[in-house]
């Protein structure tokens, strides 16, 4: 879905000023694939287009193609530092499927923690996520796993959410799209700071006119091996402190009662990310940066 987001549907923006006048869309494939592939992907495209309020069919090009008028726009969004997005990408998303005002205002507003609990191990991007899920719970927010549910249902959600708090990743790209302006928002990372990051706090700034709380409290890392074949890294986050600053910026109570992982349930996840992996995982402590 992320690469959907900011890859796919980035340059079709010009649509909110052609109206009735574009027949279809045309997408090219990086690499070639079976027929029965790019169909099933088509149809799947569609829908994700139809919840996001563009109703257009999708051909892939699959040989020299001549079209009687073809629009060709830059890109409005990208990925990484490119995720600020332009005003055209921006207006052209929110005006269908952000609700206006009065609407949102009409709603039963929820508060909602993203998970990642229900990924696969080596994607789920930190240890410890049950017990955040708990604290969240008890707090009286509801635990969303978007991936479980149609992308139609996700965006009902977030356009009526008072607050969303999740882990930083792919859903943070569509909620500045749908979320209600005066949603509060944090964004909890899981990615080092050194390598390439993702700008959602420039995009919802540019979506929304407000940026997100950031939290930003990773002290370690469990990591594979040079060896291993593919290297998903798994965040140790310092929750005392990620409690803390929630707290701080408005998101839970100071008598809240905060859960903290086990070593039972760090051990298992940890387990299974290097049984998918075929390696070892070994932890390395990011405040001296040596393998403990």
Not at 54 to 78: M, S
Not at 194 to 219: C, N, W
Request: net charge negative.
């Amino acid at each position: 879905l992320g690469h959907f987001l900011v890859g796919t549907i980035a340059s079709l923006w010009p649509l909110s000023q052609l109206a009735g006048e574009v027949d279809g869309i045309l997408a090219f494939r990086i690499m070639a694939r079976p027929r029965v592939v790019e169909d099933r992907d088509e149809a799947a495209v569609t829908t994700m287009l139809k919840a996001l309020g563009v109703d257009l069919p999708i051909r892939t090009i699959r040989e020299p193609t001549q079209v009687d008028r073809l629009i060709l726009a830059e890109k409005g969004i990208g990925s990484y530092s490119l995720a600020r997005g332009s005003s055209y990408y921006h207006r052209f998303m929110r005006e269908r499927n952000a609700l206006p005002t009065e609407d949102v205002g009409k709603s039963d507003r929820k508060k909602l923690y993203i998970t990642r609990s229900k990924l696969k191990a080596i994607r789920r991007g930190i240890v410890g996520e049950t017990a955040i899920e708990r604290t969240f719970a008890e707090a009286g927010y509801e635990i969303l796993s978007p991936e479980t549910i149609p992308l139609s249902a996700q965006i009902a959600k977030y356009q009526t959410a008072a607050a969303i708090v999740g882990l930083d990743g792919t859903p943070f790209h569509l909620i500045p799209s749908v979320c209600a302006t005066d949603a509060k928002i944090a964004i909890i990372g899981r990615r080092q700071k050194s390598g390439p990051s993702v700008d959602f706090l420039g995009q919802f700034e540019a979506a929304t006119g407000s940026i997100p709380t950031e939290i930003d409290r990773m002290i370690g890392e469990w990591r594979p091996p040079e060896s291993a074949k593919t290297k998903p890294k798994i965040a140790v986050l310092d929750l005392e402190k990620v409690y803390k600053d929630l707290v701080a910026a408005g998101f839970l109570d100071a008598s809240a009662k905060f859960h903290f992982p086990d070593d039972e349930e760090i051990e298992t996840l940890v387990s299974e990310a290097s049984s998918h992996i075929g390696a070892t995982y070994e932890l390395v402590d990011l405040r001296f940066d040596d393998p403990l």
